[in-house]
């Protein structure tokens, strides 16, 4: 008999311990604490599956986001892919002062005579100045080294050489003559397509290059592979009928960040 009672009393004990295990289950997993990582899951799921708002870009949309580029938009059509961390310091500041020239908001004439004849006196610009351009181009993260001596020159604005003594101080822009503006080549462009997302730009481009005779004023028509395409003259509203050609040129597709209402330069490449 006391056996019995002994076994009755073990078999309700294990009841009641598995009953207090499964409210205890259904409490825990109601208030979500074995549903941690499943939730989690799902908001990553929902974070990835979402999709970054496209705009199509409008003609003059692309020339102004593009026009970050313009002091050097041409050595993008020398290679098949140019990507801004691969430019050097040198170049980035060379672009810079070049496109300030250009703007001359931030030149300033100095009483330093030129050490050419007859070329005036010295400009200056300070580091700072050219620096904050450098990252409005390439973005503030940009790699940049100071450089004491280079050369710039620039369509417009003239051939300088710029001598600098430290950060602290501005850059000397010694002027000198030059002919930076006098060619028989040039680059035709027309842009193809846009895309403007939440944080970069896209913008595809079609380049052509004229060869041109000045005598016959006849221009020979490349692409960017130095493939000959034909040859045309300008028309009578000294324009050049371009538009058969266009399927055969050269695309470049550019890449742009945008950073504080901003966008600078990340990459370009050839389309194929």
Same mark, same amino acid.
């Given at each position: 008999?006391?056996?019995?009672?002994?076994?009755?009393?073990?078999?309700?004990?294990?009841?009641?311990?598995?009953?207090?295990?499964?409210?205890?289950?259904?409490?825990?997993?109601?208030?979500?604490?074995?549903?941690?990582?499943?939730?989690?899951?799902?908001?990553?799921?929902?974070?990835?599956?979402?999709?970054?708002?496209?705009?199509?870009?409008?003609?003059?949309?692309?020339?102004?986001?593009?026009?970050?580029?313009?002091?050097?938009? #041409?050595?993008?059509?020398?290679?098949?892919? &140019? =990507?801004? +961390?691969?430019?050097?310091? *040198?170049?980035? %500041?060379?672009?810079?002062?070049?496109?300030?020239?250009?703007?001359?908001?931030?030149?300033?004439?100095?009483?330093?005579?030129?050490?050419?004849?007859?070329?005036?006196?010295?400009?200056?610009?300070?580091?700072?100045?050219?620096?904050?351009?450098?990252?409005?181009?390439?973005?503030?993260?940009?790699?940049?080294?100071?450089?004491?001596?280079?050369?710039?020159?620039?369509?417009?604005?003239?051939?300088?050489?710029?001598?600098?003594?430290?950060?602290?101080?501005?850059?000397?822009?010694?002027?000198?003559?030059?002919?930076?503006?006098?060619?028989?080549?040039?680059?035709?462009?027309?842009?193809?397509?846009?895309?403007?997302?939440?944080?970069?730009? #896209?913008?595809?481009?079609?380049?052509?290059? &004229? =060869?041109? +005779?000045?005598?016959?004023? *006849?221009?020979? %028509?490349?692409?960017?592979?130095?493939?000959?395409?034909?040859?045309?003259?300008?028309?009578?509203?000294?324009?050049?009928?371009?538009?058969?050609?266009?399927?055969?040129?050269?695309?470049?597709?550019?890449?742009?960040?945008?950073?504080?209402?901003?966008?600078?330069?990340?990459?370009?490449?050839?389309?194929?």
């Amino acid at each position: 008999m006391k056996n019995k009672k002994k076994t009755f009393g073990i078999v309700l004990l294990v009841i009641v311990l598995m009953c207090g295990a499964f409210v205890g289950g259904y409490f825990v997993n109601e208030k979500g604490l074995f549903n941690i990582k499943k939730e989690s899951t799902k908001e990553v799921k929902k974070e990835n599956d979402k999709e970054q708002v496209k705009t199509k870009l409008k003609e003059d949309e692309m020339k102004k986001i593009m026009s970050v580029i313009s002091t050097f938009e #041409e050595s993008t059509y020398d290679t098949d892919k &140019l =990507e801004a +961390d691969s430019i050097s310091s *040198e170049s980035k %500041i060379k672009y810079a002062i070049g496109y300030e020239l250009l703007l001359k908001d931030n030149i300033e004439k100095t009483n330093t005579p030129s050490t050419q004849d007859d070329m005036g006196n010295q400009y200056s610009i300070k580091w700072k100045v050219v620096s904050d351009r450098v990252k409005e181009m390439f973005g503030s993260k940009t790699r940049l080294e100071y450089v004491s001596n280079l050369a710039v020159t620039q369509a417009g604005a003239g051939c300088f050489t710029v001598n600098g003594s430290g950060e602290s101080n501005p850059y000397m822009l010694d002027p000198f003559g030059c002919d930076v503006g006098w060619r028989f080549d040039h680059y035709e462009k027309k842009y193809v397509d846009g895309i403007k997302y939440e944080d970069k730009a #896209e913008i595809n481009v079609k380049i052509l290059h &004229l =060869e041109c +005779d000045p005598e016959t004023n *006849e221009c020979s %028509i490349e692409n960017l592979d130095d493939n000959k395409l034909g040859k045309v003259k300008k028309n009578k509203n000294d324009m050049y009928d371009l538009d058969s050609y266009y399927d055969k040129a050269t695309t470049i597709k550019y890449t742009f960040n945008l950073e504080n209402d901003n966008y600078y330069f990340v990459s370009s490449e050839f389309v194929k």
